[in-house]
Structure formats: structure tokens, C-alpha cells
């Protein structure tokens, strides 16, 4: 994946799918969305929140929408691209311009639909990170050593777990 400073820049860069990013730069734009470049590739939103994006790959172009998860696919074009790691994201990917063209309409109905869900605040918010299970035997030792236990509490959540971890094992 490319990375440019402008969308322009971004599009220019990539000889490969300029067609095909230039098309669907064009259905964007005629969308209300405000176009930016977000870690460095184009993405596009509504009050500040980001809505959907794009970036060029090997052997397609990724088409994403942030909070995907809320549309409603009844063309089934959208799936998830990683898995358990992402529950908002969806994406749709294009293979070349002619697929894109065949497509243009129901994507136009996809960001419209996008577009809405964001004005209505539709959003999957980042869950907690799990509580810290701390083994017996370490529990224990903390019981007993006040120092080691206020330098267990004093690391982050995420050392904490693979300390007790390690412990437990």
C-alpha cells in the first residue's frame, strides 16, 4: 500500500489502479464527505468522524467503511477482513474499473446508507480490556511482600497480564 500527502498524491503514485482510484474518488465526491488523507491513505467523513476509506493493495483495491457492521448488504459485497481483530469494519474489494462501473449504484446506496448511520451516531465502541488474572500463587506472594506488590500495581494492564501470565505458568 502506497502512502501520499494528498489524495491526489496517493492516486498519482499507484500506476497500477489510477483508473480505478480515480472512479471511485469521483463517486465519493459526489457524496457529502469531507476527503482527507488518513494514515496515509484517502479516507472520507461527516462531522469529524471517519466514514469510510480506500487504499490500493497487490491485487485489489480495499474499499472500507468504518462502521460497516451497521449497513445493511443485501448484495452481500462487504466482509470482514480481519477477522475476530476488527467488529466495525467491513470491506469491499474491487478488482478492476469494470467492476467498479458495474457496481456504482449499489455502492452509491452503501455510502449513502454509511453516511446516515454516522448522523445517527451508529457506532461500535472499542471494548474493555479484560481484568488481569492474577494466579494464587502470585496473589500470595503480594499478601506477603508489599514492595512486590506495589511494583506489580505500579505496571501497565497490559505487563501485568503477561506477568501473571508467566507466573501462572
Same mark, same amino acid.
Given at each position: 500500500?502506497?502512502?501520499g ?6 492516486? &498519482? ?6 483508473? #480505478? !482510484?480515480? !472512479?471511485?474518488?469521483? *463517486? &465519493?465526491?459526489?457524496?457529502? !464527505?469531507? #476527503? ?12 469529524? $468522524? ?6 490500493? +493493495?497487490?491485487?485489489?483495491?480495499g474499499?472500507? +467503511?468504518?462502521?460497516?457492521? +451497521? &449497513? ?9 477482513a480481519?477477522? %475476530? ?11 478492476s *474499473?469494470?467492476?467498479?462501473? #458495474?457496481?456504482a449504484?449499489? &455502492?452509491?446506496?452503501?455510502? #449513502?446508507?454509511? *453516511? %446516515?448511520?454516522?448522523?445517527?451516531? $451508529? ?12 494466579? *494464587? %500463587? ?13 511494583? +506489580?500495581?505500579? !505496571? ?14
Amino acid at each position: 500500500m502506497r502512502k501520499g500527502n494528498t489524495v491526489d498524491e496517493y492516486i &498519482l503514485a499507484d500506476e497500477r489502479w489510477q483508473k #480505478e !482510484l480515480f !472512479l471511485l474518488r469521483s *463517486i &465519493l465526491n459526489e457524496a457529502d !464527505l469531507k #476527503e482527507t488523507i488518513k494514515w496515509g491513505a484517502p479516507s472520507y467523513g461527516v462531522n469529524g $468522524k471517519n466514514v469510510m476509506g480506500m487504499a490500493a +493493495f497487490k491485487n485489489h483495491i480495499g474499499f472500507w +467503511f468504518y462502521q460497516g457492521v +451497521f &449497513l445493511n448488504d443485501p448484495h452481500k459485497k462487504l466482509m470482514n477482513a480481519q477477522g %475476530e481483530k476488527t467488529k466495525a469494519n467491513r470491506q469491499w474489494r474491487f478488482t478492476s *474499473i469494470e467492476e467498479i462501473q #458495474e457496481n456504482a449504484v449499489i &455502492l452509491k446506496s452503501y455510502i #449513502e446508507e454509511a *453516511i %446516515e448511520n454516522q448522523r445517527l451516531g $451508529k457506532e461500535v465502541k472499542p471494548s474493555k480490556k479484560k481484568e488481569v488474572l492474577v494466579p *494464587i %500463587e502470585l496473589k500470595e506472594a503480594m499478601e506477603i511482600n508489599h514492595v512486590l506488590k506495589e511494583q +506489580f500495581e505500579s !505496571l501497565s494492564k497490559y505487563k501485568q497480564g503477561e506477568y501473571a501470565q508467566h507466573v501462572g505458568s
